[in-house]
């Protein structure tokens, strides 16, 4: 099938727009790459010191003669995505050994769980914590004695992160291995109706942990199609997973198989073979164009269009907003997974799940099939799924029909025609909404406005019985240089009780949300910040705002308001306390949202 003119342009557009700073990448990487197996470079008393604990394995590294893979972890048990990556290495070592090679962990990342910190400060670290992974996965590798590089992370910020890292060592081959989905547990709208009968005051605290615990209840990652499982996914598109690997649960023989598998191809695909990989190739213009088209396809979070451009800045690439607009706006959503309908990630991929719809996409001309992977040349290899055999994963043709089309649609029968995100712009700024989840009675809301500086406050409000009409909530200096842009995901069942009521009601913000923003209107994002002076911090209580994501619009109606002065609150308090006080510096220096918010890229490219 001929690509999609729209995608094609895009992908030319940015190829162009990137060649600059790819092309000196590029060149850095050769660089780095030219010299061959690094660690035969180093002195004898490096190379005493980096293999002095390795036992058996030490005369192997010693010669130079077998690939060694470095194993970057972001393991934790509280993690419930991240604890089964403690059995990790041990699988990883004896199959680099059974393949010749010899593994070794290179270095641990942190990694924050969002569950446990939204509402908290602790989330005031969360986006940022993304630029931390990838400078300590940085120094991990930065040992130089490595061959190739094994990433283990899952979760939100993790995976933006290491594929941040991947792309800076971009001569090394990389590969991430998933650690999969926890099983099935109180369906997740379930959840969701209790908490807002939490949030109405119907029921106690004990009805709501017994509700949440029986949600988030094992290993895994937690089922809704959130950033984590939107990552998995977009580790599919991009290449960098073995095919069908994100959706397997964890400590099954299928996962360990694939675990080992994985292991076995990325020290096959390195510079010591005949079919090197190296990250640089694999990260291209068509790989996250190939991202793109994945995430609007599924209607995944909105966190990733801010973790895509970062981690294309990385690799020499320039993504911009109008990128993602072009191609939501001929990719169309084929799945409900939840917060977009009732199913989970495990329905979802026993429905037919990436395979599918990989393999539906590129017969529709919306994926390029000619790239480079970890599983070798062409995206269609992805349309294979594993299953064990003789306790090997082996790889064979996936389904290509839906086994549930109220979870799972081909392209030419989608949900909606275009993608599950929308973009928006207009006198307020640009910003993105998830409409995937959202009534489309209720893609464009015009009500007066009500401010507030931050989320307990909209709650406060909610309590004391102020919201009784159709209503726009701003929630503003929640920024990146403001407070570090936490999720706001503690005002959906506040917000939810509210359209429940009759209400009509939209949420404006320039902090995020998440993959779970659920059923409320939320533009979010809103650049440039209030805190930056943007028209967010210029607004006040009883101005009419519109927000129309048919149009992809965002106004205020009221003439003179963008010639106001703008708002300066007091955001002293934003920098202490949970150890926010370490992060001044990334909150001083931090981009754009639209280029990602990081503070590793904080200039747009000349």
């Given at each position: 099938m001929p690509i999609n003119p729209i995608i094609q342009d895009v992908t030319d557009r940015i190829r162009k727009r990137s060649a600059p700073h790819r092309n000196a990448y590029l060149e850095r990487v050769r660089r780095a790459g030219e010299t061959g197996p690094n660690r035969a470079h180093l002195s004898c008393g490096n190379e005493a010191h980096a293999y002095a604990a390795m036992g058996a394995d030490k005369e192997r590294l010693a010669t130079h003669r077998a690939p060694n893979l470095g194993i970057v972890s972001a393991y934790n048990d509280m993690l419930s995505a991240h604890q089964p990556f403690h059995r990790f290495p041990d699988l990883i070592k004896q199959a680099a050994r059974a393949a010749g090679g010899t593994a070794q962990v290179a270095g641990g990342v942190p990694a924050m769980c969002d569950g446990v910190t939204q509402g908290q400060p602790g989330m005031e670290l969360s986006l940022f914590s993304r630029d931390v992974i990838a400078m300590a996965a940085g120094i991990a590798l930065s040992h130089n004695t490595f061959d190739a590089a094994a990433f283990l992370g899952v979760c939100d910020k993790i995976v933006p992160g290491l594929v941040i890292t991947a792309a800076t060592f971009g001569h090394l081959p990389a590969i991430f291995m998933p650690a999969g989905p926890m099983t099935s547990g109180l369906p997740n709208d379930e959840k969701a109706k209790v908490r807002q009968r939490f949030a109405a005051g119907d029921i106690d605290r004990t009805a709501l942990m017994a509700a949440e615990m029986a949600s988030y209840h094992g290993p895994g990652t937690c089922t809704f199609y959130g950033t984590a499982n939107t990552n998995q996914m977009l580790m599919e598109f991009m290449g960098l997973h073995l095919p069908g690997a994100s959706f397997v649960t964890p400590d099954t023989p299928l996962r360990d198989a694939l675990t080992r598998a994985a292991s076995e191809r990325v020290l096959a695909i390195t510079a010591l073979g005949n079919a090197y990989a190296p990250a640089a190739e694999v990260l291209d213009e068509r790989a996250f164009v190939n991202g793109m088209v994945g995430l609007m396809a599924?209607?995944?979070?909105?966190?990733?269009?801010?973790?895509?451009?970062?981690?294309?800045?990385?690799?020499?690439?320039?993504?911009?907003?109008?990128?993602?607009?072009?191609?939501?706006?001929?990719?169309?959503?084929?799945?409900?997974?939840?917060?977009?309908?009732?199913?989970?990630?495990?329905?979802?991929?026993?429905?037919?799940?990436?395979?599918?719809?990989?393999?539906?996409?590129?017969?529709?001309?919306?994926?390029?099939?000619?790239?480079?992977?970890?599983?070798?040349?062409?995206?269609?290899?992805?349309?294979?799924?594993?299953?064990?055999?003789?306790?090997?994963?082996?790889?064979?043709?996936?389904?290509?029909?839906?086994?549930?089309?109220?979870?799972?649609?081909?392209?030419?029968?989608?949900?909606?025609?275009?993608?599950?995100?929308?973009?928006?712009?207009?006198?307020?700024?640009?910003?993105?909404?998830?409409?995937?989840?959202?009534?489309?009675?209720?893609?464009?809301?015009?009500?007066?406005?009500?401010?507030?500086?931050?989320?307990?406050?909209?709650?406060?409000?909610?309590?004391?019985?102020?919201?009784?009409?159709?209503?726009?909530?701003?929630?503003?200096?929640?920024?990146?240089?403001?407070?570090?842009?936490?999720?706001?995901?503690?005002?959906?069942?506040?917000?939810?009780?509210?359209?429940?009521?009759?209400?009509?009601?939209?949420?404006?913000?320039?902090?995020?949300?998440?993959?779970?923003?659920?059923?409320?209107?939320?533009?979010?994002?809103?650049?440039?910040?209030?805190?930056?002076?943007?028209?967010?911090?210029?607004?006040?209580?009883?101005?009419?705002?519109?927000?129309?994501?048919?149009?992809?619009?965002?106004?205020?109606?009221?003439?003179?308001?963008?010639?106001?002065?703008?708002?300066?609150?007091?955001?002293?308090?934003?920098?202490?306390?949970?150890?926010?006080?370490?992060?001044?510096?990334?909150?001083?220096?931090?981009?754009?949202?639209?280029?990602?918010?990081?503070?590793?890229?904080?200039?747009?490219?000349?």
């Amino acid at each position: 099938m001929p690509i999609n003119p729209i995608i094609q342009d895009v992908t030319d557009r940015i190829r162009k727009r990137s060649a600059p700073h790819r092309n000196a990448y590029l060149e850095r990487v050769r660089r780095a790459g030219e010299t061959g197996p690094n660690r035969a470079h180093l002195s004898c008393g490096n190379e005493a010191h980096a293999y002095a604990a390795m036992g058996a394995d030490k005369e192997r590294l010693a010669t130079h003669r077998a690939p060694n893979l470095g194993i970057v972890s972001a393991y934790n048990d509280m993690l419930s995505a991240h604890q089964p990556f403690h059995r990790f290495p041990d699988l990883i070592k004896q199959a680099a050994r059974a393949a010749g090679g010899t593994a070794q962990v290179a270095g641990g990342v942190p990694a924050m769980c969002d569950g446990v910190t939204q509402g908290q400060p602790g989330m005031e670290l969360s986006l940022f914590s993304r630029d931390v992974i990838a400078m300590a996965a940085g120094i991990a590798l930065s040992h130089n004695t490595f061959d190739a590089a094994a990433f283990l992370g899952v979760c939100d910020k993790i995976v933006p992160g290491l594929v941040i890292t991947a792309a800076t060592f971009g001569h090394l081959p990389a590969i991430f291995m998933p650690a999969g989905p926890m099983t099935s547990g109180l369906p997740n709208d379930e959840k969701a109706k209790v908490r807002q009968r939490f949030a109405a005051g119907d029921i106690d605290r004990t009805a709501l942990m017994a509700a949440e615990m029986a949600s988030y209840h094992g290993p895994g990652t937690c089922t809704f199609y959130g950033t984590a499982n939107t990552n998995q996914m977009l580790m599919e598109f991009m290449g960098l997973h073995l095919p069908g690997a994100s959706f397997v649960t964890p400590d099954t023989p299928l996962r360990d198989a694939l675990t080992r598998a994985a292991s076995e191809r990325v020290l096959a695909i390195t510079a010591l073979g005949n079919a090197y990989a190296p990250a640089a190739e694999v990260l291209d213009e068509r790989a996250f164009v190939n991202g793109m088209v994945g995430l609007m396809a599924t209607g995944g979070s909105t966190n990733l269009v801010l973790h895509l451009p970062a981690m294309a800045r990385a690799a020499g690439i320039t993504l911009l907003p109008e990128d993602f607009a072009a191609i939501s706006s001929v990719t169309p959503l084929m799945a409900k997974v939840y917060p977009n309908g009732l199913a989970d990630v495990n329905h979802f991929h026993a429905a037919g799940g990436l395979q599918f719809m990989i393999g539906e996409l590129l017969q529709a001309g919306l994926l390029q099939d000619d790239v480079k992977t970890v599983a070798g040349p062409g995206l269609s290899r992805y349309t294979q799924e594993p299953k064990l055999k003789d306790g090997v994963a082996v790889w064979g043709d996936g389904p290509d029909q839906t086994g549930n089309d109220r979870i799972l649609r081909p392209a030419t029968d989608p949900f909606q025609p275009t993608g599950g995100l929308q973009d928006l712009s207009g006198n307020l700024g640009s910003g993105i909404m998830k409409v995937s989840a959202v009534d489309p009675d209720l893609h464009v809301i015009e009500a007066p406005v009500r401010v507030f500086h931050d989320q307990d406050q909209v709650k406060a409000a909610f309590r004391a019985g102020e919201f009784t009409g159709d209503c726009v909530v701003v929630v503003r200096f929640q920024g990146p240089r403001a407070n570090g842009m936490p999720e706001l995901h503690g005002l959906t069942p506040t917000l939810s009780v509210l359209l429940d009521r009759g209400l009509r009601i939209a949420l404006v913000t320039d902090g995020r949300m998440s993959g779970a923003s659920g059923k409320v209107p939320a533009a979010l994002h809103i650049s440039p910040e209030a805190a930056l002076g943007g028209p967010l911090a210029r607004l006040r209580d009883g101005d009419v705002v519109r927000v129309d994501a048919r149009a992809g619009r965002l106004d205020v109606l009221n003439d003179g308001v963008l010639d106001r002065a703008p708002a300066t609150p007091d955001l002293s308090a934003n920098s202490r306390g949970t150890g926010r006080e370490l992060f001044e510096l990334f909150r001083q220096s931090a981009g754009s949202t639209t280029l990602g918010a990081s503070s590793l890229f904080p200039q747009e490219p000349s």
